[in-house]
């Protein structure tokens, strides 16, 4: 028997790229293209820092000697400190655990702890620049709407008033919405959520105008945004090119040190969050999926949570404004008459103190006051 064959005995072990990829074909194509890029990535490693013609030379030599277990977490120990030059830490971090399993499927097996005991005595990983989010502006929302086609329209102000991710929008299908409360609410099933919770969240006024026309002509079971002859990988990744080309010619390039494009369509999520939180921190964090706020509101009629949204639309509001200010218009008035209230307080108080009544029955006077008695 092979060496790699004594090795490969745990039902799920491949010996060989081929036979590896053979094995996650059913994975999600999100899933599967991370497996295949992780070990890509640690095969130009082999090529470039070990002059091999692939990593299999590198791994047969650790199938050959299976004692050396510092051995192999010096290898990936300097494969993460390569990788850190062509990759975000984060990308790093999922590609380790990937290539880790991979070398687990060839008949390597590594220890996570003392993995990570190694990478921090060698201080392997280093700390990852955190610079200052760039959020969204609503001008510059509005300059992406006008620059889009009605399609995107639509896309766009459903992913900007309801918190969905791009991913979860492109599964979404008619039988998801409801239109019987004051907002169309929509339900993320679990299936499709990224944390694997249902939730449901609310779409703006301004939004279902837009898109009632494309919610009249669809059945049932039709995608809303999603084209039925690609995959949800494939959708996703054809949004994001469009989105990509579109924020070239509004000149929307500007990137973090990591490489990252500083707007995205996650943005349009943050903004989102940001918004609603002005309003009530939970609850924007509970209707963008976030699990550890959802349970606080599970228990809520939705009309409870209908009118919390409400509250928070005219935030949400991109094109048509009139909401938001007629929200200003309604938090200046009641300025105005807060300051006219305090006036004639100051001068009613001027008023009695001028008055020749001891101030002990003025006091008495005041406890026998019942404020019920002027409310209307």
């Known amino acids: ?216 002509s669809l059945g049932p079971n039709d995608l809303i945004f999603g084209s039925k002859n690609c995959s949800k990988f494939n959708n996703v990744t054809n949004e994001n090119q469009v989105f990509d080309r579109l924020r070239k010619r509004l000149g929307l390039t500007e990137r973090y040190k990591t490489g990252t494009h500083k707007i995205t369509l996650h943005s349009m999520r943050a903004f989102f969050i940001s918004k609603m939180i002005k309003v009530n921190e939970n609850f924007g964090h509970a209707l963008s999926g976030h699990s550890s706020y959802m349970k606080q509101y599970e228990r809520l009629e939705i009309h409870e949570l209908v009118e919390a949204y409400i509250k928070s639309e005219p935030e949400l509001t991109i094109i048509d404004l009139t909401r938001k200010d007629d929200e200003i218009s309604k938090l200046r008035n009641s300025n105005t008459m807060y300051n006219d209230l305090s006036i004639k307080y100051r001068m009613l108080e001027d008023l009695l103190k001028s008055l020749p009544i001891d101030p002990k029955i003025l006091e008495q006077k005041a406890r026998e006051i019942n404020e019920e008695d002027y409310i209307d």
């Not at 039902?11 to 990829?21: A, H, I, R, T």
């Not at 929509?186 to 249902?198: F, G, M, V």
């Open 1 to 216: 028997m092979s060496i790699i064959q004594q090795k490969n005995n745990t039902g799920n072990s491949v010996n060989s790229y081929g036979s590896y990829l053979e094995s996650i074909q059913d994975d999600k194509p999100g899933t599967r293209l991370n497996k295949t890029a992780s070990v890509n990535v640690f095969n130009n490693f082999a090529i470039e820092e070990y002059n091999h013609s692939s990593c299999e030379i590198i791994i047969q030599d650790m199938l050959d000697n299976p004692e050396m277990t510092t051995g192999v977490f010096q290898v990936l120990h300097e494969f993460a400190v390569y990788a850190q030059k062509k990759i975000s830490h984060d990308t790093l971090i999922i590609y380790l655990c990937w290539l880790r399993k991979y070398l687990h499927a060839r008949g390597i097996k590594i220890d996570v702890d003392d993995m990570n005991n190694y990478f921090k005595l060698n201080n392997t990983m280093k700390a990852p620049l955190k610079e200052l989010k760039k959020p969204l502006t609503l001008s510059e929302m509005q300059r992406i709407l006008g620059r889009s086609d009605i399609k995107h329209q639509r896309i766009y102000t459903v992913l900007i008033s309801s918190g969905i991710r791009i991913g979860e929008a492109m599964s979404l299908k008619k039988s998801d919405l409801s239109f019987e409360y004051e907002r169309v609410m929509i339900t993320i099933r679990a299936e499709n959520a990224k944390n694997k919770e249902e939730r449901i969240t609310f779409i703006s006024e301004e939004a279902r105008r837009l898109c009632q026309p494309l919610f009249d």
